[in-house]
């Protein structure tokens, strides 16, 4: 009860809007640890932004249930006969990627 009450109390304050956005951050916690149980499952993963929200929202039925999408994921194994899961992978150096002050 009183971790509920302070989660309740924590986001009552907000509008609408901020818990819209507050509700996405949360989505976004849970997907990076459902991309990281994957991994460790072996399981690929694939994050997609950029999809038609309201259609998928649509699709779905979310619309009439007070729900809508902010992303969506693709997860699966790799086929043996991908040829591009073989390439060499591509990364960046620590220096192009981390700045220490």
């Not at 989660?7 to 997907?31: C, D, F, H, M, N």
């Amino acid at each position: 009860k009183g971790y509920s009450d302070m989660i309740k109390g924590s986001i009552s304050y907000r509008t609408p809007a901020e818990r819209v956005e507050w509700a996405a951050r949360q989505a976004y916690i849970a997907l990076g640890v459902l991309i990281t149980s994957a991994a460790i499952m072996g399981i690929d993963t694939g994050p997609m932004e950029g999809f038609d929200a309201k259609k998928f929202d649509e699709i779905l039925g979310l619309d009439k249930i007070g729900f809508e999408s902010k992303v969506c994921i693709a997860l699966g194994f790799r086929s043996e006969s991908d040829e591009a899961a073989k390439y060499k992978k591509v990364r960046f150096t620590k220096d192009q990627v981390v700045l220490e002050k």
